[in-house]
Each structure stands twice: as structure tokens, then as C-alpha cells.
């Protein structure tokens, strides 16, 4: 892992703290380690589409359906 682990633990507690899973961390963190690694780019519009996608899907909070009068 390149990312610095204050890094992750911050990560991990900004999630926490929001009331999101665990699993949205864990995909945060890769994402942004792989990013440190060189194995993504931000530039590579596809790959970057397909990471935000995922987080979008795994963001439990904030949904239509947990909003009050939804």
C-alpha cells in the first residue's frame, strides 16, 4: 500500500463519522492507492467513471430512498 496510513485511518473515520459502510472506505482507499501507485489516472476518463460509479453505488446515506418524504 502506497497511502500513507493516517491517510486510510482518515478515510475510515470520515466514513464512519457519515454513517456509511465500511466497504466504502475499503473502495475510497484502493481507489486512492492505486491512484498513488500509478495504476490509475484521473485523466483516464473511463477507469475514473467506472471508480465513481462504483462509489456512488456503495454511498448509503443520502439516498432517495432514506430521505425523509421521499
Known amino acids: 500500500m502506497n497511502l500513507d496510513k493516517r491517510v486510510v ?5 470520515a466514513v464512519k463519522e457519515l ?14 492507492d492505486s ?3 500509478g495504476n490509475d489516472r484521473l485523466s483516464d476518463r473511463d477507469t475514473t467513471e467506472r471508480h465513481v ?9 443520502g439516498t432517495e430512498e432514506e430521505q425523509p418524504g421521499a
Open 53 to 61: 460509479e462504483l462509489l456512488y453505488q456503495t454511498v448509503l446515506v
Open 35 to 37: 491512484l498513488a501507485g
Open 9 to 13: 485511518t482518515a478515510i475510515e473515520e
Open 19 to 32: 454513517g456509511e459502510s465500511p466497504a466504502l472506505a475499503e473502495k475510497i482507499t484502493a481507489w486512492l
